[in-house]
């Protein structure tokens, strides 16, 4: 214990708190200062709308881990119970092999979006980029894993098999 209160008045010393506590350091002065003189970057008008990139992203990260973690649990609770859900847990076997491609969509946007704010040099909005083309592809792809992902799961639901039969891709 002795040790620790040691260690604590060292470092104190160290710092200077241990003789000037009331001492503010200079960056704090800094930074208080500067939030009370400067205005908000954006106001309730001004402030620019999320980008299509940024929802792309979110809606395929949100299926990638809703089907992983449903897959998680599904497996757990089959090793706890001696009552085994095989057909739901090879049902989203197959979903989790079509969301591959979620991760490897969403690099491709965000390099997309990355590029467009070079070419754009940070704005976007003004110069309309990416282009509608582009945000409109960025759309069909993420619906497009999405529906992928529903049929998958729709299929053994409706023909009772155990699991819709894909490749290795999904």
């Known amino acids: ?19 000037k506590p009331n ?16 205005p908000p970057m954006f106001t309730k ?5 999320v980008s299509p990139t940024l929802k792309c ?13 449903a897959l998680f649990i599904v497996r757990t609770v089959n090793q706890l119970r001696e009552e085994k859900m095989t057909g739901l847990q090879q049902m989203l076997e197959t979903a989790c092999t079509t969301v591959t491609y979620a991760p490897m969509l969403s690099v491709l946007f965000v390099g997309t979006r990355m590029r467009a704010i070079q070419l754009a040099q940070g704005q976007t909005e ?3 980029l990416p282009q509608w083309w582009v945000q409109d592809a960025m759309y069909s ?21 155990v699991a819709a039969k894909t490749d290795e891709d999904g």
């Not at 001492?23 to 400067?38: G, I, Q």
């Not at 992203?57 to 973690?69: E, P, S």
């Open 126 to 128: 003004k110069y309309g």
């Open 45 to 49: 008008e001004t402030m620019p709308e």
């Open 141 to 161: 792809c993420s619906c497009a894993v999405f529906a992928q992902v529903v049929l998958v799961m729709l299929i053994p639901v409706v023909t009772g098999d």
């Open 1 to 19: 214990m002795f040790r620790i209160i040691l260690l604590a008045a060292v470092l104190c010393v160290t710092q200077g708190r241990l003789h």
């Open 23 to 38: 001492k503010v350091p200079s960056l704090l002065k800094a930074d208080e200062a500067f939030s009370e003189t400067s």
């Open 57 to 69: 992203v979110l809606n395929l990260t949100l299926q990638y881990f809703v089907i992983y973690t």
